[in-house]
């Protein structure tokens, strides 16, 4: 009964371990390993790295009232979409209206004055031709004529500013956007400087993403990024790195991607977005499955396929992607070598290939 037992308990284990050498068989009383194949290829590999942040706007001016008056007119309320020089708010105009009248009317005297006085300093000159007059006085009619020239130039000037306070007592939008903040009711009286409106422009966009402090060294300016945002789910925008912020603190170990992007249209600022920026890129990489590599005591190593035979060839192994493991030395592309059973396999075993 001791020997039955024993018998039986050597048959449970052995069973397993039969299970796991199902890909071997016996063959002219040799050990032959059943494996599949492949070829080493050559492949374009690039790495990714993800993160979420957010979406900025590029431009958020706060309009404010560049002369002094009380509102009149309100064009504009929160939420708006505007366009570029679209009128936002009206200011009372009757005092620049008067200033700007009040210049018209000096220079329309002034003018009078220079004719008078040219004509003046005509005739002393021609006294003085005459020897009829003193030089003198002739030299006092040309002073008072330069002084009316200044003074007349000057009153152009105010002209010309009265004119442009007046302008601006109409409120125009400096950027197509929308209006997320207004500041004033009609009937407010405003100063030079007061806050009016809070315009965020939706035309150029920044997108900020946080990296982990790991990455510092394989981020850079001009690396290509993409990027999604649920505002827009089927929508994906590429872009590059136009800056790097080093914001590393004690409390995030981080630092600040960011991209500058144009709006593809649905997005708005202040909404989640994912992106992607490739860090790494290989061309024409030689890859193979990631399970034809095998650790050995000599290191990684592949089993090249040579008639009923393998070859244990010892390799440097590079980026692993998506089941894929790219080989940077050892190998070249179109080498055939063994994949399923290549852990079974070991130097010159005798291998049978299993054909699909």
């Not at 030089?135 to 130039?153: I, W």
């Not at 409120?171 to 007061?194: C, E, H, M, Q, W």
């Not at 593809?264 to 990489?285: I, K």
């Amino acid at each position: 009964m001791m020997r039955l037992a024993s018998t039986l308990m050597l048959i449970c284990l052995w069973l397993p371990l039969a299970a796991m050498a199902a890909p071997e068989e016996q063959a002219a009383g040799s050990r032959v390993t059943v494996v599949t194949t492949t070829r080493a290829g050559l492949r374009d590999l690039e790495v990714w790295e993800t993160s979420v942040g957010q979406l900025q706007a590029r431009t958020a001016p706060t309009v404010a009232a560049e002369v002094g008056g009380r509102i009149v007119v309100i064009h504009a309320d929160v939420g708006d979409r505007v366009q570029r020089d679209q009128p936002l708010l009206g200011l009372d105009r009757t005092d620049f209206l008067l200033e700007q009248q009040a210049a018209e009317a000096d220079i329309q005297r002034l003018q009078a004055l220079v004719r008078a006085q040219k004509l003046k300093v005509g005739r002393l000159r021609r006294l003085v031709q005459q020897n009829s007059t003193s030089q003198s006085a002739l030299d006092d009619a040309e002073a008072q004529l330069g002084a009316l020239d200044a003074q007349l130039l000057s009153s152009r000037v105010r002209l010309q500013q009265a004119r442009r306070k007046l302008e601006k007592t109409g409120i125009l939008s400096p950027v197509a956007g929308r209006v997320d903040r207004r500041f004033v009711s009609v009937g407010d009286y405003v100063k030079a400087g007061t806050p009016l409106f809070h315009i965020t422009s939706l035309k150029r966009l920044r997108v900020k993403l946080p990296y982990p402090e790991s990455l510092v060294g394989r981020l850079r300016v001009g690396l290509p990024a993409r990027l999604d945002s649920p505002v827009a789910p089927d929508l994906t925008v590429t872009g590059r790195i136009t800056e790097i912020r080093p914001v590393i603190t004690v409390a995030n170990r981080s630092i600040e991607v960011i991209i500058d992007v144009d709006n593809p249209g649905p997005w708005d600022p202040g909404a989640s977005v994912t992106g992607r920026v490739r860090v790494e890129r290989r061309d024409g990489a030689v890859v193979v499955p990631e399970i034809s590599v095998i650790k050995r005591p000599a290191g990684d190593v592949v089993y090249l396929i040579d008639g009923d035979r393998v070859r244990q060839q010892v390799v440097r192994t590079g980026l692993r992607l998506d089941g894929m493991v790219e080989i940077t030395h050892g190998l070249t592309a179109g080498q055939e070598l063994a994949v399923d059973g290549a852990g079974f396999l070991t130097d010159g075993a005798r291998v049978r290939v299993a054909r699909p």
